[in-house]
T-cell receptor, first 112, second 105 residues
Framework: KAGVTQTPRYLIKTRGQQVTLSCSPI?????VSWYQQTPGQGLQFLFE???????NKGNFPGRFSGRQFSNSRSEMNVSTLELGDSALYLC???????????FGPGTRLLVL | SQQGEEDPQALSIQEGENATMNCSYK?????LQWYRQNSGRGLVHLIL?????REKHSGRLRVTLDTSKKSSSLLITASRAADTASYFC?????FGKGTKLTVNP
């Protein structure tokens, strides 16, 4: 089975812009979670989607949003980018009823 | 807030030595998982231990769980240079800040 894929892998944006990141889960996995990883804060949970519905949400401002499509692919959007949004964004998928998350390689976002 | 907190933050050892990393958490859990991350890449799942288990092995890995102390440890035996990575514990969707392990050849 192919692993979790994320596109793009690298991205450079400027403050005030918006960005959309994409995640394709492992075939058959219906849960997709998003995380932000920074040197200062570590790995922080953004949100989780299951069957197109947001199931859990972390403590991030409303500028961070996401969605999931019927094929389980997920996107996350960050609007009005700030310098502090520079991070590695990771998505992870789980099979139904599974406890283990399988991570993609991440999208490295740099905000200038 | 961070549920899991790893200790130490960084560890440097020689090949062949054992490496022990510890993790503490704050609330009750169903299970605790350990992940490895190589330099800025995605995380790889290593092992899951359930709340009713005290010890689990997988190859050179040994994980213990003490729910009374809300702590877990990960032992890597006979370490190799390829084990150089950051190691994270996680409960549900909450990850610790990780232990950066360097194994010197």
């Amino acid at each position: 089975k192919a692993g979790v894929t994320q596109t793009p892998r690298y991205l450079i944006k400027t403050r005030g812009q918006q960005v959309t990141l994409s995640c394709s889960p492992i075939s058959g996995h219906r849960s997709v979670s998003w995380y932000q990883q920074t040197p200062g804060q570590g790995l922080q949970f953004l949100f989780e989607y299951f069957s197109e519905t947001q199931r859990n949400k972390g403590n991030f401002p409303g500028r961070f949003s996401g969605r999931q499509f019927s094929n389980s692919r997920s996107e996350m959007n960050v609007s009005t980018l700030e310098l502090g949004d520079s991070a590695l964004y990771l998505c992870a998928s789980r099979r139904p009823g599974g406890e283990t998350q399988y991570f993609g390689p991440g999208t490295r976002l740099l905000v200038l | 807030s961070q549920q899991g907190e790893e200790d130490p933050q960084a560890l440097s050892i020689q090949e062949g030595e054992n490496a022990t990393m510890n993790c503490s958490y704050k609330t009750s859990i169903n299970n605790l998982q350990w992940y490895r991350q190589n330099s800025g890449r995605g995380l790889v799942h290593l092992i899951l231990i359930r709340s009713n288990e005290r010890e689990k092995h997988s190859g050179r890995l040994r994980v213990t769980l003490d729910t009374s102390k809300k702590s877990s440890s990960l032992l890597i035996t006979a370490s190799r240079a390829a084990d150089t990575a950051s190691y994270f514990c996680a409960t549900e969707s909450i990850f610790g800040k990780g232990t950066k392990l360097t194994v010197n050849p």
